[in-house]
C-alpha cells in the first residue's frame, strides 16, 4: 500500500513537472499561435471606454489576447522604473509622461509610422520630444481643456451662451458666474479642476508664462506681474463664487460631480469628459462653450494621452503590431467613434449625427488653433520635470489665503531657477 | 546530555525566528541602510546616483517646508494623543466592568474599525465630513445649524483626520488595556472596598496607578503611530487645505515618489527618524518605561 502510494505520489509529480514544461515551451516558443499582449492603463476603463473597446476588437480580429493592467498615472511614475528593472514590462502604455522622462526607454516609432500621418499639434503636444524628430509616443486621446455650460441655469439667470465668434473675456466670465450663482439656481458659479492647466489658461489668456525663451536659453516668468495680478484674481474668485475647497485642497471632491449635479454653472475641465457627460448627464441641459479670451487673445491649453512600446517588452513587436491596427484609417475612425473626441489624425474626423454633439464638437474644434505661443514655449522646455507638484502647492497656498499671489509665485520662480539653472526674469 | 538538550533548544530557537528575521532584515534593515546611503546621493529612483556629500542635509536645514511639515506632525500628536491613550482605557474599563450589559457585543463594535484599511477609514470618514455631499454636514443642516467647511478650516480638517485615527485605533489599543486591567490583581480592588474606596477614586488611585505599563506601551504605540500618520491624510485631505495638514511622511512621501528626489527625502527621513528616536528616549526616561 505504501509503495502503491509512493508510486501515485512520484507519478502526479512527473505529470506536473511534464505539463509545466509544456506550458513553459508553449510561452517561450509559441511565435506562431496567439500572443498575449500586455497593456498598462492609467484607469479602470468603464464602459464604452474607446480604447479598451479597440483593444477588444483587435484581439477578436487576430486571436491575440490582451491583458490590461491599470497603474494610475502618477503611480505609473514610481512604477515603471521598478518594472523596467526587473524586465518586467508591459508592451503597450497608454502614458502622458513616461515617454518624455524616459525616451531612452521606449522605441523610437518614427521607423514605423509617418509623422504626416498625425495632426502637427497633436503629436508635439504628446510625443513632447522637442529637440528631435523621434516620436516615443503616439498620440490616442488628444485633448483640449475647455468650458462646459449648465445650460438650464444660464437660462434661469437669463444669460446668452458666448458663441465662437463672440466669446466672453475674463470680465465677462467673472460677471456671469456671480449672476449664475445668484439668480441661476446654482450653488457656485464656476468650478475648475484642480489642474494646473485649467489655471495656466487664464494665465495665457492674461498675456503670462511661465518661462522665456533667450535664444538657447529659458529664462523664469512665472512670477511677473501679469501672473500674479491672475493668481490674486483667482483667489478672489475662489473666495468668491467657485467651490474653495477644491483648489485650497482640503478635499477629494471631484468639481466634474458638482457640475454632473447640477451645483455649477460653468465648468472649467478638459475635452476627454465630454462622452462621460454625454452617457451620464440625464438631468440637466449642457454644452460646450468657447474658452474666454483676454489682451493677448484666446487660449487653448493642449493635452492628451499617447501610445508606447517600451524598448525592452517582451512582446514589443506585438505592440507595434497593434498600434499599426489601431492606425489604421477604419479602425482610427471606429475609435474616435467611440470616444467622441478630438482627431489627433489627418483627414479622420469625427461626425457626430447628434445636432447637440454636432454644435458641441464644432466649439472644441475650433479652440484648437487657439494654441498660444508662450505655451508652445512653456512646454518646449520641459519645466516639469524640474518641479511639478510645487507649482500646485503654491497655488494651493495663495487660493488658501496662506501666503499672498505674489509670495507664493516668487517662492516658486525661485526653486524653479535654482534647480533648472534658468535666470529669473522679475 | 544537558549539552544535547541545549543543542536542540539553540537550533529550536534559531528555528523559529529565522522567517521573522529574515522578512525584519529585507522589509526594514536593508532598506534602512539603503536609506541611509541614499541620503548622501543624488539619487532619482533609477539611473542618476551620484555621491554629493552633505549636500540634502544643508538643503533641508534651510528648507521652510521641512520645519513647517515637521511643526505641524508634532501639534498634530500632541493634539491627538490624549484621545488615543484615554479614550481606549475608558472604553476597555467599560467593557471589563461587570455592570455594563452585552460587553462582547460593546467590545467587537469598538474592535472593528481597527480591523479596516486606512484607505477604507478615509473614503468612510471622507462620506461623513465631506463639506458638499457628507452626512455630518447633512445632519446639520437637518437641525438648522450651518453647515461646516470640514475642508477649508485648517483646524476642522485637523480634527477630523484625528478623529479618523483615533476610531481606526481605539480598538486595538482598548484590547491591550482589556490586558492590563484583567493582569491586575483583584484582591488588589477588595482591600480597596474593605476601605471603603469606590467608583472614580478606585479607577484613579488603583486601577490607573497599576495600569501604567501598559499605559505607557500604549503612549509609545500612539506617538509612533501619530508621527507617522500619512494614508489617512491622503485619504481624507491630501495634505490641504493649503498645505495645512501636510505632516512629514507627507513631505517625504512627495519629495521621493512624486518629484523623484529619493536622495533628499532619504535624508529628510533619516533626520525625522532620529527626531522620533530622541522623542521615544524621552518618554523612556519621563515615564521611566512605565516601572514606576
Redesign the interface.
Known amino acids: 500500500m505504501k509503495k502503491f502510494f509512493s508510486a501515485l505520489l512520484l507519478s502526479s509529480i512527473s505529470a506536473v513537472l511534464l505539463l509545466g514544461m509544456v506550458s513553459c515551451s508553449k510561452e517561450t516558443s509559441g511565435s506562431t499561435g496567439p500572443k498575449e499582449l500586455k497593456v498598462m492603463l492609467s484607469e479602470e476603463p468603464s464602459t464604452g471606454d474607446a480604447l479598451s473597446e479597440a483593444l477588444n476588437r483587435w484581439a477578436e480580429a487576430t486571436g491575440n489576447t490582451v491583458n490590461i493592467m491599470v497603474i494610475p498615472y502618477d503611480d505609473q511614475l514610481t512604477k515603471f522604473p521598478l518594472m523596467a528593472k526587473n524586465n518586467d514590462l508591459p508592451d503597450v502604455i497608454a502614458t502622458t509622461r513616461l515617454s518624455m522622462l524616459y525616451p531612452d526607454e521606449f522605441l523610437d516609432l518614427s521607423e514605423y509610422f509617418d509623422r504626416a500621418l498625425f495632426e502637427q499639434s497633436a503629436i508635439d503636444m504628446i510625443n513632447q520630444i522637442w529637440d528631435s524628430d523621434d516620436i516615443y509616443a503616439l498620440p490616442q486621446q488628444f485633448t483640449i481643456t475647455n468650458v462646459y455650460y449648465n445650460a438650464d441655469a444660464f437660462e434661469k439667470a437669463g444669460i446668452a451662451v458666448p458663441t465662437v465668434d463672440n466669446p466672453w473675456t475674463l470680465e465677462d466670465l467673472a460677471k456671469n458666474a456671480k449672476l449664475l450663482q445668484e439668480k441661476g439656481g446654482v450653488k457656485y458659479g464656476m468650478a475648475m479642476d484642480a489642474s494646473r492647466a485649467r489655471y495656466d489658461n487664464l494665465m495665457y489668456v492674461n498675456g503670462g508664462s511661465l518661462v522665456e525663451k533667450n535664444g538657447a536659453k529659458f529664462s523664469v516668468t512665472v512670477n511677473s506681474p501679469e501672473n500674479i495680478n491672475t493668481l490674486a484674481e483667482f483667489v478672489e474668485w475662489n473666495n468668491e463664487f467657485m467651490p474653495k475647497a477644491i483648489w485650497a485642497g482640503g478635499t477629494n471632491d471631484n468639481p466634474a460631480d458638482y457640475f454632473k449635479n447640477g451645483n455649477v454653472g460653468v465648468y472649467f475641465s478638459g475635452s476627454w469628459n465630454y462622452n462621460t457627460f454625454y452617457t451620464q448627464i440625464k438631468d440637466m441641459n449642457w454644452g460646450v462653450m468657447p474658452s474666454p479670451v483676454g489682451p493677448n487673445g484666446g487660449s487653448s491649453i493642449l493635452g492628451g494621452s499617447g501610445l508606447a512600446v517600451p524598448t525592452n517588452a517582451e512582446n514589443a513587436e506585438l505592440g507595434i503590431e497593434f498600434l499599426k491596427w489601431f492606425y489604421s484609417e477604419d479602425n482610427f475612425q471606429e475609435y474616435l467613434n467611440t470616444d467622441k473626441g478630438l482627431s489627433s489624425m489627418v483627414g479622420i474626423t469625427y461626425s457626430p449625427e447628434d445636432p447637440k454633439v454636432k454644435e458641441d464638437y464644432r466649439v472644441l474644434q475650433s479652440e484648437v488653433p487657439k494654441l498660444p505661443n508662450a505655451f508652445v514655449v512653456d512646454e518646449s522646455s520641459m519645466w516639469r520635470n524640474y518641479y511639478d507638484n510645487e507649482y500646485r502647492d503654491a497655488l494651493k497656498q495663495a487660493v488658501n489665503g496662506d501666503i499672498t499671489p505674489k509670495a507664493a509665485l516668487d517662492g516658486f520662480a525661485l526653486l524653479l531657477s535654482k534647480k533648472s539653472g534658468w535666470a529669473l526674469e522679475y | 546530555m544537558k549539552t544535547k538538550k541545549n543543542a536542540r533548544h539553540v537550533r529550536a530557537f534559531w528555528l523559529f525566528i529565522t522567517p521573522c528575521l529574515l522578512l525584519f532584515g529585507i522589509f526594514f534593515i536593508i532598506p534602512l541602510f539603503l536609506s541611509v546611503g541614499f541620503a548622501f546621493t543624488d539619487y532619482d529612483?533609477?539611473k542618476t546616483m551620484n555621491f554629493i556629500g552633505l549636500r540634502n542635509f544643508k538643503e533641508l536645514l534651510v528648507d521652510n517646508k521641512f520645519y513647517s511639515a515637521l511643526t505641524r506632525t508634532f501639534f498634530y500628536t500632541l493634539f491627538s494623543l490624549p484621545f488615543k491613550v484615554i479614550v481606549p482605557l475608558l472604553v476597555a474599563y467599560l467593557v471589563t466592568s461587570k455592570k455594563v450589559l452585552g460587553k462582547g457585543f460593546a467590545r467587537t463594535l469598538a474592535f472593528v474599525p481597527s480591523l479596516l484599511s486606512a484607505l477604507v477609514v478615509g473614503i468612510t470618514i471622507?462620506w461623513m465630513f465631506?463639506?458638499?455631499?457628507g452626512l455630518v454636514n447633512f445632519l446639520l443642516s437637518v437641525m438648522g445649524i450651518t453647515p461646516m467647511?470640514?475642508?477649508?478650516n485648517s483646524y476642522l480638517?485637523t480634527f477630523v483626520i484625528s478623529f479618523a485615527s483615533n476610531w481606526a485605533s481605539t480598538g486595538f489599543f482598548m484590547v491591550i488595556f482589556i490586558g492590563g486591567l484583567n493582569n491586575i490583581p483583584k484582591d488588589v480592588y477588595e482591600a480597596a472596598a474593605i476601605d471603603g474606596s469606590r467608583g472614580v477614586r478606585t479607577f484613579l488611585k488603583i486601577t490607573v496607578p497599576m495600569l501604567a505599563p501598559t499605559t505607557f506601551l500604549v503612549t509609545l504605540l500612539a506617538t509612533v503611530n501619530l508621527l507617522k500618520e500619512f494614508a489617512l491624510v491622503q485619504?481624507?485631505?491630501?495634505?490641504?487645505?493649503?498645505?495645512?495638514?501636510t505632516y512629514i511622511i507627507q513631505f517625504i512621501f512627495?519629495k521621493g515618489?512624486?518629484?523623484?528626489q529619493y536622495g533628499y527625502a532619504s535624508a529628510t527621513s533619516l533626520v525625522a527618524m532620529i527626531i522620533f528616536g530622541f522623542v521615544a528616549f524621552v518618554q523612556f526616561k519621563v515615564s521611566k518605561g512605565g516601572e514606576q
Open positions: 529612483g533609477w471622507n465631506s463639506t458638499e455631499y467647511e470640514w475642508a477649508l480638517a485619504g481624507i485631505t491630501q495634505g490641504g487645505p493649503g498645505l495645512k495638514t512627495d515618489f512624486s518629484q523623484m
